[in-house]
């Protein structure tokens, strides 16, 4: 990738692709620093940092039990 391949990205994906390498980024940043962060963290092969998985509660299929299994769901109180 080149630079110019950053310059067709809209704001919001610059944003997105800076965020999830661990970039903090200021709402006032125009769109010519976005990609200029954005090559940068490219071109120094910045890896993903993993934030928080985002889950369903309620929802029995998204629950783990301490050993990282999920419940039987004919087990009563299963997440206990």
Partial sequence: MIIDDFKRWKVDVLRKYC????????NSKRKEELVALAFAAYSQNMPVVPGPTKR???????RTTAD??????????AMQ
């Fill in 68 to 77: 990282g299994k999920a419940p039987s769901a004919w087990t009563r109180n």
């Fill in 19 to 26: 965020q999830q390498r661990g970039l903090v980024i200021a």
């Fill in 56 to 62: 369903r509660m309620g929802a029995a299929w998204t």
